[in-house]
């Protein structure tokens, strides 16, 4: 009874994704254990608890990370705004919510990927850190062993580069990065905090998210 109410375009794309066996993917190994995944999550949350007690912070878990820590992609934000870090909970708010419509859009919802920040301090507070944030994120991604890692913004975009490329000039673009010799698929596209500042890019957004999704899907 619900075709009728739907354009053949809208039931073409939903009869397309229904022969994808996308859910398999978005795992590292669809036979993993549920005890494997836990591992995971236990050394992510371990590492978490390292950084609050040697930073002398208090902060709940889900500022640091959500989703799943056994996908095959990172969703890499910049750093907290006053909402994250008054909900205590990472990108929250308006911002969590156009991200999670964002990549709900293309077939990911909160199980397939794993959600961080580079960053866990204001802005104004992270000029001097970036040695200190960059071995924690290299620690994220040693445990989680992603295939992609989808780079939300300026800041995202040239944190292992140290470099200053303008998000216009890279949104759309893949890129690698190498961990001890491992290479790991980057792609960037807009944080959803400068879409609700300017959203005339969401159209750029759009085709920067279907060029991810039919990629991803190749492999």
């Not at 907290?80 to 909900?87: A, F, Q, T, Y």
């Not at 960053?119 to 850190?129: A, E, L, R, T």
């Not at 992603?146 to 944190?159: S, W």
Request: with cysteine; charged share 30%.
């Amino acid at each position: 009874m619900l075709k009728k109410y739907l354009s053949n375009k809208t039931i073409n794309l939903l009869e397309y994704y229904s022969t994808l066996n996308i859910t398999n993917f978005f795992s590292n190994d669809a036979t993993k254990s549920n005890q494997q995944c836990e591992d995971k999550e236990q050394s992510i949350i371990q590492l978490f608890k390292e950084i609050t007690n040697q930073a002398n912070i208090k902060n709940n878990i889900n500022f640091f990370f959500k989703g799943n820590p056994n996908s095959k992609i990172i969703v890499l934000g910049d750093y907290p705004n006053e909402v994250d870090i008054g909900k205590q909970e990472i990108l929250s708010g308006s911002r969590g919510e156009l991200l999670t419509k964002m990549l709900s859009s293309i077939s990911l919802g909160m199980e397939k990927y794993y959600l961080t920040n580079i960053y866990f301090d204001k802005d104004i507070y992270i000029k001097d850190k970036y040695d200190f944030y960059k071995d924690i994120l290299i620690k994220q991604i040693k445990i989680i062993k992603p295939k992609y890692i989808l780079l939300l913004g300026e800041i995202a975009c040239n944190f292992f580069n140290n470099s200053k490329k303008k998000l216009l000039e890279v949104h759309g673009n893949w890129d690698s990065i190498v961990i001890n010799k491992d290479e790991f698929i980057t792609f960037t596209t807009f944080d959803p905090e400068i879409l609700l500042r300017e959203p005339e890019n969401k159209k750029l957004s759009w085709e920067d998210l279907k060029k991810f999704r039919d990629q991803i899907l190749k492999n």
